[in-house]
């Protein structure tokens, strides 16, 4: 028989579960709160929609869900992704693995996902926000009037809730019996304690950085570093920002160590100290400000002359040994105390969510049959890097296709 399906909410993990349960052949309604679907997936990789990454494994994600990876992602990996969109149509562009859309438009990913919900004919409310979904004698489940044989639930998380996915779904798996893990920003950018950051805000430089709670090394991370007038953003800024979010959270002290040389990161002592010993030779008739040109970016020069206690135009020859060590050691471990995380309005994910424990491998409740999860209402956030959204793709599909009746 045909079984009726609900997805409550129109994001990525949600129109990815609608499809693929009608593919499966059931009959799909999905609802969604705003006046269209899919109003993230616009946002994503600045425009571009880094929708997934061929680079996939456990380490990517964190979270409850993420014990149970290889579970999952036997069942709906990259591959499939790749397949499912090419199929649909859509061109792929591979930067070294990270996989967009060929158009570069973030919208050609939503047009694919709206052509495909047309396609299977499923019937999309939008401005229907659902408040609540009660279960009848054990087996259908109520949403508003309407009776449904399985409800999915696909409400996002807390990150971005400008664009609907603003946490109410976690109420309604409460309501369901089923715990919340506690919730951070992540993939969002750090606030600073120092006052020097006003000066350097705007840069970028490649760096490495060394995330530190209660003085324990926990995650060192390379790629383009932002400075912002308030404290560090970018993409290894990111990585760690989760870790970096429940440390704050707990009381802890968060530091990060930032290395402008990265270059010396992974060589010896010895290698970095005779780069210094061989400039401060040759070029010992310079002034300060002369003798670090050429090293990073000016601002950073200008910032480290600062912090040594020096001034531009102090003479090379004149510096004594501390002075210089100081300097060396700014370069390769500048320490700045971390304070706050950015709201989740700032966040690309929040990460926690419905804890995997209650959760089937098809991503059933273990509390009440026939309700579903997809997408990041479960907790499990992935990095940055195309593994969010193949998450949607993953949890979604299997959801989508488990309430519709397929035996895994
Ligand atoms: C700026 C930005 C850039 C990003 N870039 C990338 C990227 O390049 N690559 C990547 O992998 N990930 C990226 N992400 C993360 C990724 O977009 C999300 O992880 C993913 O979209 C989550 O999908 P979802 O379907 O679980 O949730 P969402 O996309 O949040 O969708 C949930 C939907 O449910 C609706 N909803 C909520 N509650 C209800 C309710 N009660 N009734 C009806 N509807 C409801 C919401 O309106 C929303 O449309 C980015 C995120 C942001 C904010």
């Known amino acids: 028989m045909e079984k009726k399906i609900a997805v409550i909410g129109g994001g990525a993990a949600g129109m990815m579960a609608a499809i693929q349960a009608a593919r499966t052949g059931a009959k799909v309604e999905l609802y969604e709160r705003n006046d269209r679907v899919g109003k993230k997936i616009l946002a994503t990789g600045n425009g571009k929609c880094n929708f997934s990454n061929r680079d996939m494994s456990a380490q990517a994600y964190y979270g409850s869900a993420r014990k149970r990876y290889d579970t999952f992602f036997s069942k709906f990996d990259v591959n499939e992704t790749i397949d499912f969109f090419s199929q649909e149509g859509m061109l792929i562009k591979d930067r070294n693995g990270y996989l967009y859309p060929a158009s570069e438009q973030a919208a050609t990913v939503l047009d694919i996902l709206r052509f495909a919900l047309d396609k299977e004919k499923i019937k999309v409310y939008t401005e229907c926000k659902v408040e609540a979904i009660k279960p009848i004698k054990g087996e259908q489940l109520q949403v508003?009037?309407?009776?449904?044989?399985?409800?999915?639930?696909?409400?996002?998380?807390?990150?971005?809730?400008?664009?609907?996915?603003?946490?109410?779904?976690?109420?309604?798996?409460?309501?369901?019996?089923?715990?919340?893990?506690?919730?951070?920003?992540?993939?969002?950018?750090?606030?600073?304690?120092?006052?020097?950051?006003?000066?350097?805000?705007?840069?970028?430089?490649?760096?490495?950085?060394?995330?530190?709670?209660?003085?324990?090394?926990?995650?060192?991370?390379?790629?383009?570093?932002?400075?912002?007038?308030?404290?560090?953003?970018?993409?290894?800024?990111?990585?760690f920002s989760r870790e970096a979010a429940y440390a704050l959270m707990h009381k802890e002290k968060v530091t990060v160590s930032i290395n402008f040389l990265p270059q010396f990161a992974q060589k010896d002592e010895k290698t970095?100290?005779?780069?210094?010993?061989?400039?401060?030779?040759?070029?010992?008739?310079?002034?300060?400000?002369?003798?670090?040109?050429?090293?990073?970016?000016?601002?950073?020069?200008?910032?480290?002359?600062?912090?040594?206690?020096?001034?531009?135009?102090?003479?090379?020859?004149?510096?004594?040994?501390?002075?210089?060590?100081?300097?060396?050691?700014?370069?390769?471990?500048?320490?700045?105390?971390?304070?706050?995380?950015?709201?989740?309005?700032?966040?690309?994910?929040?990460?926690?969510?419905?804890?995997?424990?209650?959760?089937?491998?098809?991503?059933?409740?273990?509390?009440?049959?026939?309700?579903?999860?997809?997408?990041?209402?479960?907790?499990?956030?992935?990095?940055?890097?195309?593994?969010?959204?193949?998450?949607?793709?993953?949890?979604?599909?299997i959801a989508g296709r488990a309430a519709a009746g397929k035996k895994f």
């Open 144 to 239: 508003g009037k309407a009776v449904y044989d399985a409800v999915i639930l696909a409400c996002g998380g807390k990150a971005a809730p400008k664009t609907g996915s603003d946490g109410n779904g976690f109420k309604l798996a409460k309501a369901l019996g089923h715990h919340v893990t506690e919730l951070v920003p992540a993939l969002v950018q750090l606030r600073c304690k120092e006052d020097f950051f006003k000066s350097v805000a705007g840069v970028r430089t490649g760096a490495e950085l060394t995330l530190y709670i209660d003085g324990k090394e926990r995650s060192c991370v390379q790629g383009e570093l932002q400075l912002t007038d308030y404290g560090i953003s970018g993409i290894p800024v990111f990585q």
């Open 272 to 397: 970095y100290k005779q780069f210094w010993q061989e400039r401060w030779n040759r070029q010992k008739e310079q002034n300060l400000e002369q003798f670090l040109t050429g090293i990073t970016n000016k601002k950073i020069n200008q910032l480290v002359i600062k912090l040594a206690g020096c001034k531009p135009l102090d003479k090379v020859i004149e510096l004594n040994h501390s002075k210089r060590e100081k300097i060396e050691n700014l370069y390769r471990a500048l320490t700045v105390t971390v304070h706050e995380a950015n709201g989740f309005e700032q966040a690309q994910v929040s990460a926690g969510g419905v804890v995997a424990e209650e959760l089937t491998d098809t991503l059933e409740s273990k509390l009440v049959p026939n309700v579903y999860f997809a997408g990041e209402m479960i907790d499990m956030d992935g990095i940055c890097g195309g593994y969010n959204l193949q998450w949607a793709w993953t949890s979604g599909s």
